[in-house]
């Protein structure tokens, strides 16, 4: 096996162990964070394999695979014995799968991780495959496509249809959750042979961390080593779309308000050193769920246009009330975006013009040292946030792995050190474009807000309240401002996710 | 300045996580107390999060607290309003300093309470007590921003209003309630949200009546030393002036007869339910609050029988779930479910009746019930993983009494509930006429994809 015992600086206060436990002989690579003194131990099996592996036509097999393990019964227990097995400790075995992998997950007092060790074994070594757990896995999936997508979040329809659009006609450009007809046609014996072929040792990165024993972790591996070695399910990706012109996709439904999101693929990623200047650019623009984003300041802040305006260079993978990222979700090609949250339709246009503004004006005029200083300090300081419980720590040491980079929460404070005002700007007129990108609205009338866009006349906004004379003075620019459209499409949202 | 101390149980903070699971108290942290001249209650808790400290001050007002007709939602909105500067730091400067500091920062209301929170460098302790005490006490905004804002929350109201659970639950609080604040939602009705514009000066009473010391608990876990924390709280919030006025809140009157009402979603979707049943207000001094957890263990949890048959076994639904959430007065105990088809429907509430009623004619079983207690504790303890987790769990209970040691004492009750209490508690809960059912449709296409 390849074997990692790692203490990141910034916790090593925390670990009072660091001895390797005796090496099995296995093509499992494990990730180790012990904390001799946590009552808690957190447990990651992070299987390379994805959506992108899924079969065309068979969109979402990685997904429900991967719920044959999470949320399924074994070879010896159903379904429910092994939620009757888990429920006294309050433990579970959370499955998620993304574009690139596939992770299962849980956390268990140390009084009962013998207990937990056996079902984890059991779960991930003898799958049931039984056709109940089939056909509920199956229909969950496919209601979070057709009722939870589609019907029940404007907001998540969004965040999901922005990926697809930038992604359109590659591997990470359906949801990981599949399709409406790729999973129609997905039958179990398809699950077992993707089962047989990607869950196998070389596919396999095993992260432990806390109180556990090295006897402990030795055992598991040696158990975790009975799945056959295999060979690697590295899958090459092509290039991401090149993004031409401005291409709009708007979601018709019905609903009040316009949800707006626009991106484009990056070509770096946090392995890159140009990654590091850029994430304070993008911190400066529009840092996730805080208030000091130039987005947030302007759109919401001076103008009142709607609840929360954010920029992101990675895909955001959480929830979106969540503040921080979480970790398990790596991918080797990301991508930049603009999430507007819903705003009253009469300024939806007016809205994506000042969030193109803004980009714009960041990538071409910059940061200013103060600007540049009090992001950087900001980013060193809230990047330790990040990984406060045992199992994000563990969960961004496993990505770090996964990039093959040092721990990520540590990379950012060494490049933060380092880093300069020059390069950061450099970064921004590099990455950062309003030229060329897609955008996704998620709107009701559809056809007219398509026929605005394509108009493209100015956009006055009315107030409620005089804003200042400064905001007034931009807004002549912006509301003016010509998008110039190259394409848009209208998508009915029953054909979203449908195939 | 008198304070107390509650004795730990260990000296070693990790190794205290398992007497969580085994002493006799629950909560595993030292609890240092005190309480300013002023009314203004300091709760400060050392965790071994190095370099970290979790700085919440809670506001034991929410949404119940908005008595006044046509001003639901307000006790958000001021939520809102508490990020727009004073004279001293204007909002970009309060924006800056929690920038500098690199601090996860933000806020939330419920029906009982409206919470701040930062989680930031300890080294960053003072500048915190700083912006936060001066914006309690010196809060300013003028009437053009407080217009701007209000159009914040509508953009809020509108991100939230795309998911059934807040039409459904907005119809069912008003079926449930005739009198008592509960009868509307913490985010208020989208009429009132509209002409929040309108009520500058009442913003200003708001502040006035509500954002005083003896109202407010202020909450700190993590690298904090408890006395020097003391002495600071003393100096940034002892000139805040009391001055508190009790909204006079009307008692709910006891539903006599079953309501029920259909809510028509503009697109295909899966039938949901919400079914809202009376319950009694928070308690840590009587098994009613605790008995009402286990119950909905016992009925709602993954490993429930009824669980298994509606999503495992007959897969009639998506999911379903059912609790009851700690309130300050008399509150409901909600039952959320989708159902995978229309013809499904009559089925899934029959069984869920029929569960119920096997609750309150049968007292659970002995291994049953410790199983639910097991579950309860080691949840308790798997969710104390850092100083921002501890300071959650610690404030809904603060939030309830004021009482740090409410937690323990809760968590008493759950040892101390007998299978009689569970089915006493079900019985007098889950009465058919106290019940609201709520369902929302498309009439067009009943179901939407799948079988």
């Known amino acids: 096996m390849r074997k990692v015992l790692f203490v990141p600086f910034l916790i090593a206060a925390l670990l009072t162990s660091g001895c390797a436990p005796k090496t099995p002989q296995s093509a499992i690579e494990v990730v180790e964070l012990p904390s001799a003194d946590s009552p808690l131990i957190a447990v990651e099996l992070m299987f390379r394999v994805g959506s992108i592996h899924d079969p065309a036509g068979k969109e979402g097999l990685a997904a429900l695979t991967g719920l044959m393990l999470g949320q399924a019964g074994t070879a010896q227990k159903t379904y429910k014995e092994i939620i009757d097995a888990l429920y006294p400790m309050a433990s579970s075995f959370e499955v998620g799968t993304s574009r690139e992998v596939t992770v299962l997950r849980g956390e268990v007092h140390r009084e009962r991780l013998d207990e937990y060790t056996a079902l984890l074994e059991e779960v991930v070594l003898e799958p049931g495959f039984s056709e109940d757990d089939f056909r509920r896995n199956k229909e969950e999936l496919e209601a979070y496509l057709t009722n939870t997508l589609r019907a029940a979040s404007d907001e998540l329809l969004g965040l999901e249809a922005i990926q697809d659009v930038i992604f359109a006609g590659h591997p990470y450009g359906h949801a990981p959750q599949g399709t409406v007809q790729g999973l129609a046609s997905i039958t179990l014996d398809d699950v077992r042979e993707f089962h047989r072929q990607h869950y196998t040792q070389v596919n396999l990165m095993l992260g432990v961390a806390g109180g556990y024993s090295p006897s402990w972790l030795e055992g598991l591996e040696e158990r975790l080593a009975s799945l056959p070695e295999g060979t690697p399910s590295t899958l090459e990706l092509p290039p991401p779309p090149t993004v031409e012109g401005r291409e709009f996709t708007l979601i018709d439904k019905p609903t009040d308000s316009v949800g707006i999101h626009f991106g484009y693929p990056l070509p770096i990623t946090r392995a890159d050193a140009d990654y590091y200047p850029l994430m304070i650019a993008n911190s400066f623009l529009g840092e996730h769920r805080t208030f000091h984003g130039r987005l947030m300041q302007q759109l919401r802040g001076e103008r009142g246009l709607n609840y929360g305006d954010y920029s992101y260079i990675e895909h955001w993978p959480n929830p979106p009330f969540t503040s921080t990222p979480n970790p398990a979700v790596p991918r080797r090609q990301q991508y930049f975006s603009v999430w507007i949250r819903p705003v009253v339709p009469s300024t939806a246009h007016f809205a994506l013009r000042a969030a193109l503004h803004e980009v714009d004006r960041l990538a071409n005029e910059g940061m200013t040292q103060e600007e540049f200083e009090i992001t950087r300090e900001f980013l060193r300081n809230y990047s330790k946030l990040w990984a406060q419980s045992l199992a994000t720590r563990l969960g961004f040491l496993m990505d770090s792995r996964f990039y093959g980079m040092e721990y990520y929460i540590d990379e950012i404070d060494r490049h933060m050190a380092e880093v300069t005002l020059e390069q950061v700007n450099a970064a921004a007129r590099r990455y950062l474009s309003a030229d060329a990108f897609r955008a996704v609205f998620v709107t009701a009338d559809a056809e007219q807000v398509a026929a605005a866009l394509r108009a493209d006349e100015p956009s006055p906004m009315e107030y409620n309240a005089p804003p200042s004379e400064e905001v007034l003075a931009a807004d002549e620019t912006i509301e003016a401002r010509l998008v110039e459209p190259s394409s848009v499409s209208v998508v009915p949202v029953a054909e979203m996710f449908e195939n | ?451």
């Open chain 2, 1 to 451: 300045m008198p304070h107390r101390t509650i004795p730990a149980l260990a000296a070693a903070l990790a190794l205290c996580l398992v007497s969580a699971v085994r002493g006799a108290d629950i909560f595993p942290y030292e609890v240092h107390e005190t309480k300013l001249e002023n009314g203004l209650k300091v709760v400060v808790i050392p965790f071994d999060s190095p370099g970290i400290v979790a700085y919440h001050t809670i506001v034991r007002t929410g949404s119940r607290d908005e008595v006044e007709a046509g001003h639901s939602g307000f006790a958000h909105f001021f939520e809102h309003m508490m990020f727009r500067g004073t004279e001293r730091y204007s909002e970009d400067d309060y924006n800056d300093a929690l920038k500098r500091m690199g601090a996860d920062s933000n806020a939330f209301t419920s029906d009982d309470r409206t919470q701040y929170y930062i989680v930031g460098p300890s080294r960053e302790l003072e500048t915190m007590m700083d912006i936060e005490s001066d914006r309690f006490r010196n809060l300013e905004y003028g009437e053009d921003v407080f217009r701007r804002e209000a159009l914040a929350v509508l953009g809020e109201y509108n991100k939230n209003i795309s998911n059934p659970f807040l039409p459904m639950y907005e119809r069912m609080r008003e079926l449930a309630f005739d009198r008592h604040t509960y009868r509307h939602t913490t985010m208020g009705y989208l009429a009132d949200i509209r002409a929040m514009p309108g009520y500058y000066d009442y913003s200003l009473s708001f502040f006035d009546r509500f954002y005083r010391p003896e109202n407010c608990v202020l909450l700190i876990v993590g690298d904090a030393e408890p006395e020097a924390t003391f002495e600071m709280a003393a100096r940034y919030y002892g000139e805040w002036q009391p001055g508190y006025e009790a909204p006079s809140i009307e008692a709910e009157t006891p539903q006599v007869e079953p309501e029920e009402a259909t809510i028509e979603w503009p697109g295909p979707i899966r039938p949901h339910l919400m079914i809202g049943y009376h319950a009694p207000a928070f308690s840590d001094t009587t098994t009613a609050t605790a008995g009402l957890d286990l119950l909905g263990q016992l009925l709602f949890s993954e490993s429930a029988d009824l669980y298994q048959k509606l999503v495992v076994e007959e897969q009639w639904v998506d999911f379903v779930n059912g609790s009851y959430s700690d309130h300050r007065d008399p509150y409901l105990f909600t039952i959320y479910t989708r159902v995978k088809s229309e013809e499904n429907v009559p089925k899934v509430l029959q069984a869920i009746e029929e569960h119920i009623a096997a609750a309150q004619a049968e007292p659970v079983d002995a291994d049953r019930l410790e199983r639910i207690k097991s579950h309860m504790r080691y949840q308790f303890a798997l969710g104390l993983d850092s100083a921002a987790s501890v300071a959650f769990t610690l404030s809904g209970y603060l939030s309830m009494t004021g009482d740090p040691e409410s937690v323990n004492r809760v968590y008493a009750q759950y040892q101390a509930v007998t299978a009689a209490d569970i089915q006493r508690i079900a019985g007098e809960v889950f009465q058919p006429e106290r019940r609201t059912l709520v369902r929302l449709i498309h009439p067009t296409t009943g179901a939407a994809g799948g079988s």
